[in-house]
């Protein structure tokens, strides 16, 4: 399958600002940092990389930046979701221009009570049509208010350009019944870094994590281990991030993230307004929490 290399551990990575809100680079070494920990790419302009802060014209900036400086392997992922069906396919299109290889397309959610599942299926398999690139369904709740659901994620799918999707629910126990329904081809994604072992067990392929930006390594590892069929270094792995995984998850967020990636030096900037950065009565805790997870260099850790 060409689509198979969606089997893997991705990181959604952070929008790197300057201090006055601009896009800026990368921070040097960040990129490298994740291939070396033996990560299989990046999801660019997901929701931890603000996508939803963006303009359009930065969009494509940022989408070309990270292909410039991506170190082979590493594979490039980028969200290209939009309330409107056209809109959405010009920003998948747009995406492929700038180097990306697959698309993370968070399903609409603006006009709720009147998307029903028809409506949504026709408007992933238009985007499926109209995309040069593989494209992912992704369900995050939280985000869009609501929550797509196994029987709907089953009847979403069905377009041969729909590669899997990304399931940001934390509903570990439907994957089963989605592995069951939508075949082995069909790649499943937890979006839940502290939940990867679980996830494996129950059928997904992989994870679009947040948590993997800090611990790839460990992250990369997980599924490593799980292959391999070594289930105890799997779970060792997992219950040393676990909490920080948790952290990010259940409050933490995107001002979260990005401090833990300034301690980790990688200074990606403040969240673009009106993201608030994080309280700095916060700091030591997320620091506790990088040290007990092992991830804090020497030098900055003492």
Same mark, same amino acid.
């Given at each position: 399958?060409?689509?198979?290399?969606?089997?893997?551990?991705?990181p959604?990575?952070?929008?790197?600002?300057?201090?006055?809100?601009?896009l800026r680079p990368?921070p040097?070494?960040?990129?490298?940092?994740?291939r070396d920990?033996?990560?299989?790419?990046?999801?660019?302009?997901g929701?931890?990389?603000e996508a939803?802060?963006?303009t359009?014209?930065e969009?494509?900036?940022a989408?070309s930046?990270v292909?410039r400086?991506?170190?082979p392997?590493? @594979? /490039?992922?980028?969200?290209? #979701?939009a309330?409107?069906?056209?809109a *959405?396919?010009e920003?998948t299109?747009a995406? &492929? =221009?700038e180097?990306?290889?697959?698309a993370l397309v968070?399903?609409?959610?603006?006009?709720?009570?009147q998307l029903t599942v028809e409506?949504?299926?026709?408007?992933?398999?238009?985007?499926?049509?109209?995309?040069?690139?593989p494209?992912?369904i992704?369900?995050v709740p939280?985000?869009?208010?609501?929550d797509?659901?196994?029987?709907?994620?089953v009847?979403?799918?069905?377009?041969?350009?729909?590669?899997?999707?990304?399931?940001s629910?934390g509903?570990?126990a439907?994957l089963? @019944? /989605?592995r069951e329904?939508? #075949?082995?081809d069909?790649i499943?994604? *937890?979006?839940?870094g502290e939940?990867m072992v &679980? =996830?494996?067990?129950?059928?997904?392929?992989?994870?679009i994590?947040?948590?993997?930006?800090?611990?790839?390594h460990?992250?990369a590892?997980i599924?490593?281990?799980?292959?391999e069929?070594?289930?105890d270094?799997?779970?060792?792995l997992q219950?040393?991030?676990?909490p920080l995984?948790?952290?990010l998850?259940?409050?933490?967020?995107?001002?979260g993230l990005?401090v833990?990636?300034?301690l980790?030096?990688y200074?990606?900037?403040?969240p673009?307004?009106p993201?608030?950065?994080?309280?700095?009565?916060?700091?030591p805790?997320?620091?506790r929490?990088l040290?007990?997870?092992?991830l804090?260099?020497r030098?900055? =850790?003492?």
């Amino acid at each position: 399958m060409g689509a198979r290399w969606l089997a893997g551990i991705f990181p959604p990575i952070a929008t790197a600002f300057a201090p006055d809100g601009a896009l800026r680079p990368t921070p040097a070494g960040f990129l490298e940092f994740l291939r070396d920990g033996g990560l299989d790419g990046v999801v660019a302009l997901g929701s931890n990389g603000e996508a939803a802060q963006l303009t359009e014209a930065e969009r494509s900036q940022a989408i070309s930046g990270v292909r410039r400086a991506l170190p082979p392997p590493l @594979r /490039l992922i980028a969200g290209t #979701g939009a309330e409107s069906t056209r809109a *959405t396919i010009e920003r998948t299109r747009a995406a &492929a =221009a700038e180097g990306a290889e697959a698309a993370l397309v968070i399903a609409p959610s603006y006009f709720r009570r009147q998307l029903t599942v028809e409506s949504l299926r026709a408007h992933f398999h238009a985007v499926a049509e109209a995309s040069p690139i593989p494209i992912l369904i992704y369900n995050v709740p939280v985000h869009m208010g609501y929550d797509l659901g196994a029987e709907w994620i089953v009847r979403l799918a069905g377009h041969a350009n729909i590669a899997g999707m990304k399931d940001s629910s934390g509903d570990i126990a439907r994957l089963p @019944r /989605l592995r069951e329904q939508l #075949g082995p081809d069909f790649i499943l994604l *937890t979006g839940a870094g502290e939940k990867m072992v &679980a =996830a494996l067990e129950a059928g997904a392929d992989g994870a679009i994590a947040a948590l993997a930006n800090l611990a790839p390594h460990a992250s990369a590892g997980i599924r490593n281990a799980w292959l391999e069929r070594h289930a105890d270094q799997a779970r060792q792995l997992q219950r040393t991030i676990t909490p920080l995984g948790e952290a990010l998850t259940g409050g933490y967020g995107v001002p979260g993230l990005k401090v833990a990636l300034r301690l980790l030096g990688y200074d990606h900037g403040d969240p673009r307004v009106p993201l608030p950065p994080l309280p700095a009565t916060e700091l030591p805790a997320l620091r506790r929490l990088l040290e007990d997870a092992k991830l804090m260099p020497r030098a900055l =850790a003492s």
